[in-house]
């Protein structure tokens, strides 16, 4: 499958979020590819500002018209914001899927999760 | 893995094909499930459902056979005839759930692909020492539905009839490519349309002319995504879900498909104990209150007691709402709401008249 958009100044988790780090924050999102895997969404599932997670842990969920999906957390930290506007218009999430962030983590300062891959590390990892 | 004679077709539209009862089959094209399914309600879908099971009976032991092994009663009926059933284990149990049509030289059952082989076994059980022969034809045969308010038009233009003067539940046959297709006014949607059967041959041509006459007016390919949240917000069962061996017509609310009149059907004893007896568990349909998606198989509670278990449940595109069925302690279908459980949590839901969504008169 090819044709999906993967930019190149994002990180990526091999479960399809993606991630932009900031200095100590980093927005977190769903990729081009797991929104067309998922079809129409309808409905999504945050946390609450100030949850912590660790990496790995199912942090929110994403329904499509066929099933439901969790989002796991690509970093360890603590949630200081979400994207309210995505539970009244999750179809944003099909539309713009790298516009549509879910949440904002607050990560501890150091290298954070070197199990992310770079674009085209997730490239290949969608195309095999 | 089965193919449709579609199969080609669909890849070049686009489709995502899944598996599905053995049968590759498109769970969505292009515009995806929510504009297939809002395409149905405003002009039209198409659909290959050559999936479902097609089996031709023939001989003179035909009519006999039939009211034998479905609940309704075929005894009145004439070529041109189709008919909604249910097929009963001596139990009361439902083995499948169909549609019958009369044609000039036998009948034809349409019935669920996933129960295809298991149909096919206790027909031919119940077949001995009947004059009938049973040949199933779903390998050979083409099967499009044509649902949606457009659809009359676009059969009537595209196959050259008036498909209009064809009433609900009565078949008819025409030709396509010189070979005869079976029309029946029937379809899985809530909306107005037809179901077409044809040699396997001419399915696709068909189905490509169907597409190009009506695209302009709004008609979209569908897939099976877009057909399960039609026929929920129509309330209508699908085997497996709302109808099983586990759940009975009464329960159901199918015991309209079930015809006592009928004197010799299997597992009518069972089903008129059903019939009379006040039933336990019925099926409820609900919209949620709280933000929340129901699936199939979520508990269903009254304050801290199980009182049942979702069977469907989605987004409802034309409501814009999420919305379920539930089989449930009968009690519940005169309760207000009651709560779905979604990952952990008791979410609202309020209990609403059946169906969701029926069409405009």
């Given at each position: 499958?090819?044709?999906?958009?993967?930019?190149?100044?994002?990180?990526?988790?091999?479960?399809?979020?993606?991630?932009?780090?900031?200095?100590?924050?980093?927005?977190?999102?769903?990729?081009?590819?797991?929104?067309?895997?998922?079809?129409?969404?309808?409905?999504?599932?945050?946390?609450?500002?100030?949850?912590?997670?660790?990496?790995?842990?199912?942090?929110?969920?994403?329904?499509?018209?066929?099933?439901?999906?969790?989002?796991?957390?690509?970093?360890?930290?603590?949630?200081?914001?979400?994207?309210?506007?995505?539970?009244?218009?999750?179809?944003?999430?099909?539309?713009?899927?790298?516009?549509?962030?879910?949440?904002?983590?607050?990560?501890?300062?150091?290298?954070?999760?070197?199990?992310?891959?770079?674009?085209?590390?997730?490239?290949?990892?969608?195309?095999? | 893995?089965?193919?449709?004679?579609?199969?080609?077709?669909?890849?070049?539209?686009?489709?995502?094909?899944?598996?599905?009862?053995?049968?590759?089959?498109?769970?969505?094209?292009?515009?995806?499930?929510?504009?297939?399914?809002?395409?149905?309600?405003?002009?039209?879908?198409?659909?290959?459902?050559?999936h479902m099971a097609r089996l031709e009976l023939?001989?003179?032991?035909?009519?006999?056979?039939?009211?034998?092994?479905?609940?309704?009663?075929?005894?009145?009926?004439?070529?041109?005839?189709?008919?909604?059933?249910?097929?009963?284990?001596?139990?009361?149990?439902?083995?499948?759930?169909?549609?019958?049509?009369?044609?000039?030289?036998?009948?034809?059952?349409?019935?669920?692909?996933?129960?295809?082989?298991?149909?096919?076994?206790?027909?031919?059980?119940?077949?001995?020492?009947?004059?009938?022969?049973?040949?199933?034809?779903?390998?050979?045969?083409?099967?499009?539905?044509?649902?949606?308010?457009?659809?009359?038009?676009?059969?009537?233009?595209?196959?050259?009839?008036?498909?209009?003067?064809?009433?609900?539940?009565?078949?008819?046959?025409?030709?396509?490519?010189?070979?005869?297709?079976?029309?029946?006014?029937?379809?899985?949607?809530?909306?107005?349309?037809?179901?077409?059967?044809?040699?396997?041959?001419?399915?696709?041509?068909?189905?490509?002319?169907?597409?190009?006459?009506?695209?302009?007016?709004?008609?979209?390919?569908?897939?099976?995504?877009?057909?399960?949240?039609?026929?929920?917000?129509?309330?209508?069962?699908?085997?497996?879900?709302?109808?099983?061996?586990?759940?009975?017509?009464?329960?159901?609310?199918?015991?309209?498909?079930?015809?006592?009149?009928?004197?010799?059907?299997?597992?009518?004893?069972?089903?008129?104990?059903?019939w009379l007896e006040p039933p336990t568990r019925?099926?409820?349909?609900?919209?949620?209150?709280?933000?929340?998606?129901?699936?199939?198989?979520?508990?269903?509670?009254?304050?801290?007691?199980?009182?049942?278990?979702?069977?469907?449940?989605?987004?409802?595109?034309?409501?814009?709402?999420?919305?379920?069925?539930?089989?449930?302690?009968?009690?519940?279908?005169?309760?207000?709401?009651?709560?779905?459980?979604?990952?952990?949590?008791?979410?609202?839901?309020?209990?609403v008249p059946k169906p969701f969504y029926s069409?405009?008169?």
């Open positions: 499958m090819t044709g999906f958009s993967v930019p190149s100044d994002l990180l990526y988790a091999s479960t399809h979020e993606w991630c932009d780090r900031q200095d100590d924050v980093v927005t977190v999102g769903i990729t081009d590819y797991a929104q067309d895997q998922l079809s129409d969404v309808v409905f999504v599932e945050l946390p609450e500002v100030g949850e912590d997670f660790e990496t790995g842990q199912t942090m929110a969920t994403v329904e499509s018209v066929k099933a439901a999906a969790d989002i796991y957390a690509p970093v360890a930290g603590r949630v200081t914001e979400v994207n309210g506007t995505l539970l009244d218009n999750p179809e944003e999430i099909n539309s713009d899927p790298y516009g549509s962030w879910f949440l904002k983590l607050e990560v501890a300062p150091g290298p954070g999760n070197p199990d992310l891959l770079d674009a085209s590390g997730y490239r290949d990892l969608t195309e095999t | 893995m089965l193919q449709t004679g579609l199969y080609d077709l669909h890849v070049a539209l686009q489709a995502r094909m899944v598996a599905y009862s053995g049968w590759s089959m498109p769970v969505q094209y292009a515009a995806g499930p929510i504009k297939e399914h809002l395409a149905v309600r405003k002009a039209g879908g198409l659909f290959d459902v050559s023939r001989g003179t032991g035909v009519a006999d056979f039939l009211l034998r092994v479905l609940t309704r009663s075929v005894a009145r009926r004439k070529p041109g005839d189709a008919v909604y059933s249910l097929m009963t284990y001596g139990d009361g149990t439902v083995i499948d759930d169909l549609i019958a049509v009369r044609k000039e030289d036998g009948w034809l059952l349409v019935a669920n692909a996933v129960n295809r082989h298991k149909d096919l076994e206790w027909l031919r059980r119940q077949a001995n020492g009947h004059e009938v022969d049973i040949v199933d034809v779903t390998e050979q045969t083409s099967m499009l539905a044509v649902q949606g308010p457009d659809a009359v038009r676009l059969v009537s233009q595209v196959l050259r009839i008036d498909a209009g003067s064809l009433r609900r539940f009565k078949a008819r046959t025409t030709t396509w490519e010189s070979k005869s297709v079976l029309i029946t006014r029937t379809g899985y949607t809530g909306e107005d349309g037809f179901e077409l059967v044809l040699p396997r041959t001419v399915g696709s041509s068909l189905f490509q002319h169907l597409l190009e006459t009506g695209s302009p007016r709004g008609w979209l390919p569908c897939g099976l995504a877009a057909r399960d949240s039609l026929r929920l917000e129509a309330c209508l069962p699908l085997y497996g879900h709302e109808i099983s061996q586990d759940i009975n017509p009464v329960e159901a609310d199918l015991a309209w498909a079930v015809s006592f009149r009928n004197p010799r059907f299997i597992g009518r004893d069972a089903l008129l104990k059903a019925r099926l409820c349909a609900f919209r949620m209150e709280d933000r929340g998606v129901p699936r199939a198989g979520y508990a269903v509670y009254d304050q801290e007691r199980r009182i049942g278990t979702v069977t469907s449940g989605n987004k409802s595109p034309t409501l814009d709402q999420f919305i379920g069925m539930a089989l449930c302690d009968a009690s519940a279908t005169q309760m207000e709401g009651f709560t779905v459980e979604i990952r952990g949590r008791r979410l609202s839901a309020l209990v069409r405009p008169a």
